[in-house]
């Protein structure tokens, strides 16, 4: 897909449909307050016509985000890779289901498609995509807003990794400004309000 039919299929959504890139897993985690956030994550980007752009599989959080958007009446992209289709197994009642070759593919159409990102509670392949969106942020492909769901303190760890790397010398301490982090849900939905007012819809908030 090219960037200018990525244009195209958002004209078609409606007034350039703002879009969010989720990462997060294909299990549900040990936690089951996870689940509960994430379906409620779903139901905040519906109530604010925010599409939903994730993995496209139908297990664990990564099927639980899609599922609560797709029960709101809301729009979602699934970007899943033809060998794990087998694995995590697509979701078959997406908006859209876009199937690629490689992880490569997958993750540059994620981005392309999104205009914001949102990392939830996962494991390695949400760590993967965390790592590489933060990155490129910082050295300049994109000035998208990531936000970083530090829900029950998942991400502490990491977000002291990322102290350590600046105290060691590795980064600046302005490089923690190309993320945010939030540690609950009203923050998240507050952040949302912030950076797309326009797609909110008041009269439909939750």
């Keep these: 897909m090219t960037r200018g039919q990525i244009f195209k299929d958002k004209v078609l959504q409606g007034n350039l449909m703002k879009k969010l890139c989720?990462?997060?897993?294909?299990?549900?985690?040990?936690?089951?307050?996870?689940?509960?956030?994430?379906?409620?994550l779903g139901q905040i980007l519906a109530s604010?016509?925010?599409?939903?752009?994730?993995?496209?599989?139908?297990s664990g959080l990564m099927g639980k985000i899609a599922d609560?958007?797709?029960?709101?009446?809301?729009?979602?992209?699934?970007?899943?890779?033809?060998?794990?289709?087998?694995?995590?197994?697509?979701?078959?009642?997406?908006?859209?289901?876009?199937?690629t070759e490689t992880m490569h593919e997958r993750?540059?159409?994620?981005?392309?498609?999104?205009d914001g990102f949102i990392i939830m509670?996962?494991?390695?392949?949400?760590?993967?995509?965390a790592m590489e969106i933060i990155t490129w942020r910082q050295l300049g492909l994109h000035r998208k807003p990531i936000i970083i769901a530090?829900?029950?303190g998942y991400w502490d760890h990491m977000l002291l990794l990322f102290q350590n790397i600046i105290n060691e010398g590795f980064m600046h301490h302005g490089h923690t400004g190309h993320?945010?982090?939030?540690?609950?849900?009203?923050?998240?939905a507050d952040k949302l309000d912030f950076y797309f007012p326009i797609s909110h819809n008041a009269d439909n908030h939750i």
């Design 179 to 188: 993320f945010e982090h939030v540690n609950n849900m009203d923050k998240l």
């Design 150 to 152: 530090n829900l029950y």
């Design 22 to 40: 989720v990462f997060t897993g294909a299990a549900t985690g040990s936690d089951p307050r996870f689940t509960d956030a994430t379906y409620q």
């Design 121 to 129: 509670p996962g494991g390695l392949g949400t760590l993967d995509e």
């Design 68 to 99: 609560a958007v797709i029960a709101s009446d809301g729009h979602t992209t699934g970007i899943i890779p033809n060998f794990l289709d087998n694995v995590e197994i697509a979701h078959r009642g997406l908006s859209d289901l876009h199937v």
């Design 107 to 114: 993750k540059q159409l994620m981005y392309d498609l999104a």
């Design 48 to 58: 604010r016509n925010l599409g939903l752009v994730y993995g496209g599989g139908k």
